[in-house]
């Protein structure tokens, strides 16, 4: 039995007159063009809206805009592969109307407009809103980690800095030593002459010190400006915490909608730590919903007292589990929460039943703190081996009390921990995996801000169609 085979090329085929014909109702082309086309692009804050009266002219905004949507849609955000797209994808053609930028016109366009994308991302979480997609009750706060174009042998520390110009030393001392010798034995046996080893030897001397001195250059710039690290290839970059898995890169801040794991707010930073980063992305989501409070969930790495108290002001009820940590746990004497505080009294209760009064105060930062104590219980006290090696004391800040109410409210609802894991977990899982967006293609801030701006726009798109349809986001764009 024969095999199928295809048509000769040559043949002459009844294809659909309009490329039109290619494109069903339901392809997300069609809304990606009904979605910009109603977007005011110069109040969005686009360049080159308006073309000049003279002088060749250039692509509409409108149009890369909707390139890259369908780019960073379909997993495609490089601007050489979107020029070739735009030769062979028939859903680009139609896109695009047959245009065919060339990679530098994309490229540039993504870099000069860079912080409009994020209007448009915006836009399209009010399109959502309208939909009735977001429950604006509940968001989850989480960060992760996204490779930067920095490798992290690019990137320097003061400790690794400090330590190589250390590691130079020793190594030069070494080398000065050998040469020391070998003029040594030269003089010793006249007439014996240097030989290429020395030549090699002063070049790689010449080769540490070098080094060294550019190490001493890096560390001297961190003096000036008090960074504490700095990277060579994106300046912006910083080296993440190991437990990240992440070298060098970005800290990427979301507040999914618990409804439909929706993206309300999106933030990139190049704070390693996501501690005091909650409230800033809490306010800012509970903004673009449209709601005057809301509540919000994080992990332990959000814990700080200053955030949870902006978040309270500001109308947004904050969910952050303790951490468990200080040096009591960490020597394995009881922790801090096993003392009961009882505000009447304004007194800590001790595991074995003893009241801790207010005994010091000071400063703790911003703060006035107030350490409790009871010397004449310690020393009596049955647990003390479990407890302390002197006398115990209890710190507790002068503005404590927010973080009472918000223990009492999760000890309330335990389960608002299960909605932060199974909501903002989902978003980058496919942004990461699905997408394929580990790592950015681009440098600086700035830039990246802009770049991660069409990654979430792209999820948020993707979700939507999932939900309601492309007819059915196409409707809400023309109502």
């Known amino acids: 039995m024969a095999h199928l085979s295809g048509t000769d090329r040559s043949q002459l085929l009844l294809l659909p ?19 910009v086309d109603g977007i005011e692009l110069g109040a ?6 308006q073309p000049k009266a003279t002088g060749r002219p250039g692509y509409d905004p409108a149009d890369l805009l909707k390139l890259y949507i369908y780019g960073y849609l379909n997993r495609i955000r490089s601007s050489r592969r979107l020029e070739a797209e735009t030769h062979r994808n028939v859903e680009v053609i139609w896109l695009l109307r047959h245009l065919k930028p060339d990679f530098k016109t994309i490229a540039d366009f993504r870099r000069d407009n860079r912080a409009a994308f994020k209007t448009v991302f915006r836009e399209f979480v009010v399109l959502c809103r309208q939909l009735d997609l977001f429950g604006r009750e509940l968001v989850a706060v989480d960060g992760t980690r996204i490779k930067a174009v920095n490798n992290k ?11 190589a110009i250390q590691d130079a030393d020793e190594r030069l001392a070494g080398y000065m030593k050998r040469l020391d010798e070998g003029d040594a034995d030269e003089d010793r046996t006249p007439g014996g002459g240097s030989g290429n080893g020395d030549g090699k030897l002063a070049e790689k001397i010449a080769a540490i010190q070098g080094k060294r001195d550019r190490h001493k250059e890096m560390l001297a710039e961190l003096d000036r400006t008090g960074a504490d690290q700095i990277s060579l290839t994106d300046p912006d970059a910083r080296a993440m915490a190991r437990m990240t898995k992440v070298g060098v890169g970005y800290n990427i801040q979301l507040a999914v909608d618990v409804k439909h794991k929706l993206i309300a707010e999106q933030a990139v930073s190049n704070q390693v730590l996501d501690l005091g980063l909650l409230a800033q992305t809490a306010i800012a989501a509970m903004e673009a919903l449209g709601v005057e409070r809301i509540e919000a969930v994080a992990d332990r790495g959000y814990f700080k007292i200053e955030d949870i108290e902006a978040c309270e002001a500001a109308g947004v ?7 468990i940590r200080g040096p009591a746990v960490r020597e394995g004497f009881f922790g801090k929460d096993v003392f009961r505080y ?13 009241a801790l009064s207010p005994r010091y105060r000071g400063k703790s930062r911003d703060n ?14 049955t647990l003390r081996s479990r407890c302390t090696r002197s006398f115990r004391r209890v710190s507790r ?39 394929g967006q580990g790592a950015f293609l681009m440098r600086r801030l700035e830039n990246v801000r802009g770049e991660f701006s069409l990654t979430a726009l792209a ?6 169609i999932t939900l309601v349809g492309v007819p059915g986001l196409i409707a809400a764009v023309r109502t």
């Open 342 to 354: 009882e505000p009447a009294r304004d007194v800590f209760v001790c595991p074995a039943g003893a």
């Open 397 to 435: 800040l002068e503005n404590e009390a927010v973080l009472d109410r918000m223990a009492t409210r999760l000890a309330a609802r335990p389960e608002m921990l299960d909605h932060r894991r199974n909501s903002v977990e989902h978003p980058f899982g496919t942004i990461k995996q699905w997408m």
């Open 153 to 163: 042998t690019r990137n320097f520390t003061r400790p690794s800095l400090a330590k």
């Open 368 to 381: 006035v703190k107030v350490d409790y104590a009871n010397r004449d219980a310690c020393k009596a006290c």
């Open 317 to 323: 009820t904050a969910y952050v589990p303790k951490p």
């Open 459 to 464: 999820y948020n798109i993707r979700r939507a």
């Open 44 to 49: 969005a804050g686009f360049v080159r809206v």
């Open 17 to 35: 007159e309009a490329v039109d014909d290619y494109v069903g109702p339901d392809n997300p082309v069609r809304f990606i063009e009904a979605f």
